[in-house]
């Protein structure tokens, strides 16, 4: 299997279970992602002829949908934003009415990849995910971390381009 990618880590997440559940998956003309959550399926997957991603988390879907129609300028804003306190505490601020969506998937970005747990649902203050003695190619190990993670947005762009991306009830996916 080609590497896996993952853009964070998500509850209910598949992306450890890839090696064995992408060979069940068949082939088919629309493959459909009710419950998207981190896409890690989607993104790892053959693509199919027709695809759609979708969850009721409206920050989880914007931050894709900015990641594949703004992907430069998103980029770009995450590469210059250093792995920070001060940066995760501003992105776990609740309110978001006054920003831009760019702005929004830039901040939902840090929660979910400076968080100590790895996971956007746990950040909280006082669970920035700095390092003390853990150490990974010549810098504190979350750093590394983090820069990797930016590095893997370009891949994972690529694959989005070609997927419908949705915010709506699961049920109502299902029954389109």
């Known amino acids: 299997m080609k590497n896996k990618l993952i853009a964070f880590g998500w509850y209910g997440g598949k992306y450890s279970h890839l090696d064995w559940?992408?060979?069940l998956l068949p082939k088919t003309t629309h493959y459909c992602e009710p419950f998207g959550g981190s896409a890690s399926i989607l993104i790892n997957r053959e693509p199919s002829?027709?695809?759609?991603?979708?969850d009721i988390d409206g920050e989880?879907?914007?931050f894709f949908r900015v990641l594949r129609d703004e992907?430069?300028?998103?980029?770009r804003a995450i590469a210059f934003t250093p792995f920070s306190r001060s940066e995760f505490e501003l992105?776990?601020?609740?309110?978001?009415?006054?920003?831009?969506?760019?702005?929004?998937?830039?901040?939902?970005f840090i929660r979910a990849r400076q968080v100590r747990t790895g996971l956007a649902q746990t950040a909280s203050s006082g669970r920035w995910a700095h390092c003390?003695?853990?150490?990974?190619?010549g810098m504190a190990g979350a750093v590394s971390?983090?820069?990797g993670s930016i590095d893997?947005?370009?891949?994972?762009?690529?694959?989005?381009?070609?997927?419908?991306i949705e915010n709506s009830s699961s049920f109502d996916i299902i029954r389109r």
């Open 60 to 62: 989880l879907v914007n």
């Open 152 to 164: 893997d947005l370009s891949k994972i762009v690529q694959r989005l381009q070609r997927v419908q």
């Open 71 to 75: 992907k430069n300028e998103l980029i």
């Open 21 to 23: 559940l992408l060979p």
């Open 49 to 54: 002829p027709v695809e759609t991603y979708n």
């Open 132 to 137: 003390l003695l853990t150490s990974r190619a």
């Open 145 to 147: 971390r983090w820069l």
């Open 91 to 108: 992105a776990i601020s609740k309110d978001t009415t006054n920003l831009s969506n760019l702005e929004r998937a830039r901040r939902f």
